[in-house]
């Protein structure tokens, strides 16, 4: 006899939300009843509200993986932003430098390179794509406790209701509560970096393009939102994120301003801020008996390429594969070898990118003039590398 078994995601981020969407539309949906429990509230979307403080980058192969759960539409007919250019230089050159790296999305045959999109409009997509599916949704219920039964989970919820789980998923942010609590250690790299978020209103347009710009304190990113708008992640020393968030509005555009080499002009602070303390992290596995790690649970990285959310959903496309394969092979979606499939298939390509990141934020902050000279001619040479840099665009484009 078929058996149902009992999935709970826990942690109602991209990442959760997008994992309960694939496994209740996926092939083995009748097999399962998954519920998903977070702890704050419900995200609401009120359309006419200002755009949001948190933004992502959502590569080309990503905004696909929406497409499939029917979430896309709802996202594409708000307010993303296509990004049809990525413009990244150096702090010793100009933007308009040799040495500096542009990608078109003409050049890889592609209509546009990503997208900008709001964290909550992400998530509201996916609820409303869950919301013809069976997937039962608890918010502002924290889960209070977790323990191992014979083939099972049991989740002491907040409420004091509990949950047994056949599989438990994993996808409560880089603090995550289960993660400490089943005993999965992590190793940390801290960057001595916090990254500074806020919305500035350029004095030339966009132009549709993400323009990165390497200082040696840390990457400042400029993302360009649908009003036009731009979006600036400004990974920088700790203190000067503290200064930032402390300035007035006039002192604090002049500071971007200069940051940018007024590759936009003048900018003007036109948003909210908010500061996010900075450090890559990996779990040491992602996968135990009954139990799957995914998202920031299992990796955080440095958000200088905006990939940290793009990994997270490939976890979850790959974790909901893994779990419909086995179902319809017979086999018990929470056995370790079962689970053990998809940590085999994510956990080395989050380690690269990873690294590449945490390589690359290093690169760019070293004061050493020989380094600097190297990486000069570094991005020199990746211009005129053909296949490398196709092969680079496409990782970042998510359609390798
Ligand atoms: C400044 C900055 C810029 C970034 N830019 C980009 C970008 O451009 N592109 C990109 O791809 N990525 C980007 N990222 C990374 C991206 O934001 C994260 O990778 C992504 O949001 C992680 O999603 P998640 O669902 O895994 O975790 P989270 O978004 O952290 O969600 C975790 C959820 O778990 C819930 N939870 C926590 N504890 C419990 C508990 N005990 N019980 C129940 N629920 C719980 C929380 O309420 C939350 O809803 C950026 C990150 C930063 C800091």
Not at 19 to 26: P, S
Not at 59 to 83: H, P, Q
Not at 155 to 163: N, P, V
Not at 290 to 314: T, Y
Request: glycine share 8%; hydrophobic share 45%; net charge negative.
């Amino acid at each position: 006899m078929r058996r149902h078994y009992e999935i709970v995601v826990v942690g109602g981020g991209v990442t959760g939300l997008m994992t309960a969407a694939l496994l209740a539309r996926g092939p083995q949906s009748d097999a399962m009843q998954v519920t998903l429990v977070d702890a704050g509230p419900r995200p609401a979307f009120p359309a006419d509200d200002e755009i949001a403080l948190r933004v992502s980058a959502i590569a080309t192969g990503t905004a696909e993986l929406f497409d499939s759960v029917g979430a896309w539409d709802t996202i594409a007919a708000t307010r993303t932003s296509a990004y049809d250019a990525m413009h990244v230089w150096d702090a010793n050159d100009t933007p308009e430098s040799q040495s500096g790296l542009h990608f078109d999305a003409a050049e890889f045959a592609v209509p546009q390179l990503g997208f900008i999109v709001e964290n909550v409009l992400l998530q509201h997509g996916l609820l409303r794509s869950l919301g013809d599916t069976s997937v039962e949704m608890r918010f502002d219920t924290p889960i209070r406790s977790i323990r191992k039964l014979a083939q099972q989970f049991r989740l002491e919820l907040d409420d004091s209701t509990s949950l047994d789980a056949d599989l438990v998923v994993a996808a409560d942010g880089a603090r995550s509560f289960v993660r400490s609590a089943v005993g999965i250690e992590t190793k940390e790299w801290p960057y001595e970096q916090t990254a500074f978020v806020t919305h500035l209103r350029p004095e030339r347009p966009h132009q549709a393009t993400a323009w990165q710009r390497f200082l040696r304190e840390g990457p400042l990113g400029i993302l360009p939102l649908a009003d036009g708008r731009v979006s600036v992640v400004w990974s920088t020393t700790p203190a000067i994120a503290e200064q930032a968030l402390a300035a007035g509005d006039e002192q604090l555009g002049r500071m971007i301003t200069d940051a940018s080499d007024h590759v936009l002009g003048k900018l003007e602070v036109a948003g909210p801020r908010g500061t996010f303390p900075l450090c890559a992290r990996h779990a040491m596995r992602y996968v135990l008996p009954n139990l799957a790690l995914v998202g920031d649970a299992a990796h955080a990285i440095h958000p200088l390429a905006g990939q940290g959310a793009n990994l997270g959903l490939q976890d979850a496309a790959q974790l909901a594969d893994v779990v419909s394969a086995a179902i319809d092979d017979g086999l018990h979606p929470g056995d370790k070898p079962v689970l053990r499939r998809y940590e085999r298939a994510r956990k080395g390509a989050n380690a690269t990118m990873l690294h590449f990141m945490t390589g690359l934020n290093r690169l760019f902050t070293t004061d050493s003039v020989l380094i600097g000279e190297l990486r000069t001619a570094g991005m020199r040479a990746f211009n005129r590398s053909g296949p490398i840099r196709e092969r680079a665009v496409k990782v970042a484009l998510g359609v390798s």
